[in-house]
C-alpha cells in the first residue's frame, strides 16, 4: 500500500477493527454460537470506533452535506430496499396488507428499530454526531455522558408501557443514551490517535487481548438481557460498560497484533454499512438449508467475504448507497 505521507497514512490496525467489528455483527444475528458472547461488546465497538473517526466540522453546510449524503442517503436506500424484499415475500405468501406500507412509513418518521431493523445504528450515530457537532466544547459533550447514563438507568428500572409507543418500543433516538458513553470514549480517544498508531509491543497487545478476553468472558457469564437497540444493559450497569470497554480493548489489541490489513480487509472496511444493511437477507438464505447449525462461524465469514464484490460494484455504479457521495461535486 503507497503512502503518500506519514501524517496522512492509513490506520491498517481501523481497517481490521471494522471488519473484525462487522463480522462479528454478522455472527451475532446468526443468534447461535458465540452470541452471548459477542452482544457484550460488538455493538458498543462500533460507536468507539465511529467517535474515533468523527470529525469535528467547522462548517455546518458541510456537516450536514456529509451526514446526508454518507449516513442518512444510504440509511434510507437500504431501509426502503429491505423493505421492498420484505413486501415481495408477503406478497408470494399472498399475506401482504397495505397497512405494512403505512407501519412502515410510521417507524421510518419516529426512528424505530423495526423500521431500520440494523440500520438502527446509523440512525443513533446520526443523532449522536449532532450532538457533538452542537456542543459548545468537549467538556460540555463528554459531561453529557452522566446525564445519559442516568436517562439508561430510568429506562431500565421503570414502566413506560403507558407512553406513546416511541417511547416504550426500540427507538434509535432512545438508543442514543446507552450509545453516548462509547461514541464519548471514541472522541476522547481520537486525540491520542498518533500515539495509538505509533504503539508496537507485541507483548502489551498480547497482554492486552488475554486480559480482556477475561473481562469480557466474565462480563457474559455475570451480565444477562444485553440489547442496545432496545435501551437495555442488562442487569448491571457497570458490568454492562466494563464488558463492552474491554471487548473494544480486545479487538483494538488483536488489530495491532495482526498488523498489514490486506487489500480484502480494506474492502470490508470501506462497505461496513452496505454490509450492516444487508447481511440479513444472506442469514436467512442460509437458514433456509441450515435452520440451526455449529457452523455458523464459517458461514458469517462467508457473508463477509461474499460482500467484497458486492461493495466494489456498489460503490462503483451506485457510490450513494455507499456513503460515498463526493461533497466537491455538490
Known amino acids: 500500500m ?7 497514512r492509513r490506520l491498517e490496525w481501523i481497517d481490521w477493527m471494522k471488519a473484525i467489528g ?10 447461535s454460537v458465540g452470541e452471548k458472547f459477542v452482544y457484550v461488546f460488538h455493538v458498543p465497538l462500533f460507536f468507539v470506533i465511529s467517535g474515533f473517526l468523527c470529525k469535528r466540522e467547522n462548517d455546518s453546510r458541510q456537516f450536514w452535506k456529509k451526514l446526508w449524503f454518507n449516513l442518512a442517503v444510504p440509511m434510507l436506500f437500504m431501509s426502503v430496499l429491505n423493505f421492498l424484499y420484505y413486501c415481495i415475500l408477503k406478497l408470494s405468501y399472498g399475506t401482504f396488507s397495505p397497512m405494512y406500507i403505512y407501519w ?4 421510518i418518521l419516529f426512528g424505530m428499530v423495526s423500521g431500520f431493523d440494523s440500520l ?3 440512525y443513533t450515530l446520526i443523532v449522536l454526531k449532532i450532538i457533538y457537532h452542537y456542543s459548545p466544547s468537549y467538556k460540555f459533550f463528554y459531561a453529557l455522558t452522566i446525564l445519559m447514563l442516568s436517562l439508561v438507568y430510568l429506562y431500565n428500572h421503570n414502566d413506560f408501557s403507558h407512553l406513546p409507543f416511541f417511547m416504550n418500543e426500540p427507538n434509535a433516538v432512545v438508543d442514543v443514551c446507552v450509545a453516548y458513553p462509547f461514541f464519548a470514549f471514541g472522541i476522547l480517544f481520537r486525540q491520542y490517535k498518533e500515539v495509538l498508531d505509533k504503539w508496537s509491543n ?11 478476553l477475561f473481562i469480557v468472558s466474565a462480563c457474559r457469564y455475570n451480565n444477562f438481557g444485553i440489547g442496545l437497540h432496545s435501551c437495555y444493559y442488562g442487569n448491571s450497569i457497570v458490568l454492562f460498560l466494563l464488558g463492552a470497554i474491554s471487548g473494544s480493548m480486545m479487538i483494538f489489541a488483536a488489530s495491532k497484533l495482526l498488523g498489514h490489513a490486506p487489500k480484502i480487509v480494506v474492502f470490508v472496511s470501506q462497505g461496513t454499512i452496505i454490509i450492516l444493511g444487508f447481511h440479513k437477507l444472506f442469514i436467512n ?3 433456509v438449508f441450515f435452520p440451526t447449525s455449529y457452523f455458523d462461524i464459517v458461514f458469517a465469514l462467508l457473508i463477509v467475504f461474499l460482500f467484497v464484490p458486492i461493495i466494489l460494484w456498489i460503490e462503483k455504479y451506485f457510490p450513494l448507497l455507499a456513503g460515498k457521495y463526493r461533497i466537491a461535486k455538490l
Open 104 to 107: 412502515f412509513l410510521r417507524n
Open 22 to 31: 462487522i463480522y462479528l455483527i454478522v455472527l451475532g444475528h446468526f443468534y
Open 202 to 212: 507485541k507483548v502489551m497487545f498480547a497482554l492486552l487481548l488475554i486480559g480482556s
Open 120 to 122: 438502527w445504528f446509523v
Open 2 to 8: 503507497v503512502m503518500t505521507s506519514e501524517k496522512h
Open 285 to 287: 438464505l442460509i437458514r
